[in-house]
C-alpha cells in the first residue's frame, strides 16, 4: 500500500506542471518537439527545449540573415520595442516562449513568438506533420491571419 501512496505522489508531482498531460503516453507525444528545428530556407535553427513549468520554448542556436559575412554573436536586438533589450544578443535569445502541449488536437498551443525582423510579438502554435516536418505558425488573434515556417529536424539531436 506505502509503494502505490508514493508512485500516486511522484505521478501527482511530476504532472501538475500541465495539467493536461495526465499519462505516460502523453508526456511522450509532448516531447517529440523537443531538439534542434533547421528552418527549411536554412537560414536558422532553433533549439526547443521544456522549461521547469512544462512549457515549451524555442531559442536561436544559428542564423544567416543573408547581410554579409557578419558573424552571429554581434547581431543585436536592435528592432526590439524595449530599448533596454536592443542591446541582446539575437543568438541564444529565445523566439518561441509559453507553447503548452494539448493531447487532444496533438498540437502545441497559447505560444508566443518573436520576430527579431520587426520587434514584434505574436501569438504561435506547433504541429508536426507525417513527414516529420515541424510547422509552426504566428499569427495575430486567429490562426488564418498569420504565417508558417516549416522546420526539419537535425540529425544531431
Do not use: C
Not at 508512485?7 to 518537439?33: C, K, M, R, Y
Not at 554581434?74 to 516562449?97: C, F, H, Q, Y
Not at 498540437?107 to 508566443?112: C, L
Request: charged content about 25%; aromatic content about 12%.
Amino acid at each position: 500500500m506505502t509503494n502505490q501512496f508514493l508512485i500516486s505522489f511522484l505521478s501527482l508531482l511530476l504532472f501538475t506542471g500541465n495539467p493536461q498531460l495526465n499519462t505516460h503516453a502523453d508526456v511522450a507525444a509532448a516531447d517529440v518537439i523537443l531538439g534542434k528545428w533547421q528552418a527549411i530556407e536554412n537560414n536558422i535553427i532553433v533549439q526547443v527545449y521544456k522549461d521547469e513549468n512544462n512549457e515549451f520554448k524555442g531559442k536561436i542556436v544559428w542564423f544567416n540573415d543573408g547581410e554579409g559575412n557578419k558573424k552571429m554573436a554581434v547581431w543585436t536586438d536592435k528592432r526590439n520595442p524595449d530599448p533596454a533589450l536592443r542591446s541582446r544578443k539575437i543568438l541564444g535569445m529565445n523566439v518561441l516562449e509559453k507553447l503548452v502541449y494539448d493531447p487532444k488536437s496533438n498540437s502545441w498551443e497559447n505560444g508566443i513568438i518573436y520576430d527579431a525582423k520587426n520587434g514584434r510579438h505574436w501569438n504561435s502554435a506547433a504541429s508536426l506533420n507525417k513527414d516529420g516536418t515541424l510547422k509552426v505558425k504566428g499569427y495575430w488573434h486567429f490562426k488564418f491571419i498569420g504565417r508558417t515556417m516549416t522546420f526539419r529536424r537535425l540529425a544531431d539531436n
